[in-house]
Structure formats: C-alpha cells, structure tokens
C-alpha cells in the first residue's frame, strides 16, 4: 500500500505523530455507567508511532485520571534490550479519522516516563488494527485504522 498523495503526510525528522484519546474499555465503561451513571473524559495525548515499540505507552498519572487500577502487570522491552515489567491496563486508544469520524481500537498500555516532549507512544499492539504505509522516495507516510485514513500531526515544537 502506498499513500495516496492526498492521505499522505511528510514525514518529519523527529517522527511521524498522531493525536489519541486514552480511555476506559468498554466493560470498565459499562460498570461505570451502571454504577455512577458517567464514565471518565478521555485523556487526550499527542503521540508518537513507534513500529519499534511492542507496547503502547502513556505518562504516568493517566490511569489515575480516569480513575482506574492497573489491571495486570506486562513485561516490555526498552531500548538496549532491557526487560521491564509494569503496571499496565486495558483501554481503548480513540483516534480521529481525516473525516472527523473516531476510530476506536484496544490498547494496553502502560504508563512510564516517556521524556519532555513524548505524551504517548503508540506501539505495534495498537498499530496490528490497520495499515502504516512509508513511501522513502517521497518521505511520506499514511495510517489507516479499520478502513479509516488517520489524521496525522506535526511534531511538537523544540522548547525553546
């Protein structure tokens, strides 16, 4: 697949960014919705695509913010090849088609330090729902998730 000129976006030399939405899965989001009658606002990020990355990750504090435990703990791997082992919990990442439709896809993430500029990192268990097409000639990339085009993102700023 390569991208389409007009579903294409440049790729920056900082990486290829998307903004998401973390939330509650859904049968965290029934339970809430039978119990409290409301379910948490999505936590929203600017991610970074990471085909390196088997897991998806978000800063610490997310969990809480949508007021929900971890639910297991998932070994990952980080660069060097060390072996980590976090909380991590079972969510869905919501993302925004270039039509203004939601794309929702499971994620379990965990939370870890991602550095000053990274809010979230969408790794291979994310991406494994659609299609990261890179055409080199052109530098160009496009994301389609469940037959939608992704709208991608400049990458933040360096601080000044």
Do not use: W
Not at 48 to 68: C, K, Y
Request: with cysteine; net charge negative.
């Amino acid at each position: 697949m390569t991208p389409q000129p007009e579903r294409a976006f440049r790729l920056a030399f900082h990486g290829l960014f998307v903004p998401v939405r973390f939330t509650v899965n859904t049968e965290q989001e029934a339970a809430l919705l039978a119990t409290e009658g409301r379910t948490p606002d999505p936590v929203p990020l600017l991610a970074m695509i990471d085909t390196g990355s088997n897991r998806t990750a978000v800063p610490p504090g997310t969990f809480a913010r949508l007021g929900v435990e971890p639910m297991t703990d998932d070994r990952i791997e980080v660069a060097g090849g060390q072996s980590l082992r976090l909380p991590a919990y079972r969510g869905r990442l919501l993302f925004a088609g270039r039509g203004g439709e939601v794309v929702e896809v499971p994620a379990t993430a965990v939370e870890m330090s991602l550095g000053t500029r990274l809010e979230c990192i969408v790794g291979r268990d994310t991406l494994q729902h659609g299609r990261l097409a890179y055409d080199g000639r052109e530098g160009v990339c496009g994301l389609t998730l469940k037959g939608v085009d992704i709208a991608l993102h400049e990458p933040p700023s360096e601080p000044a």
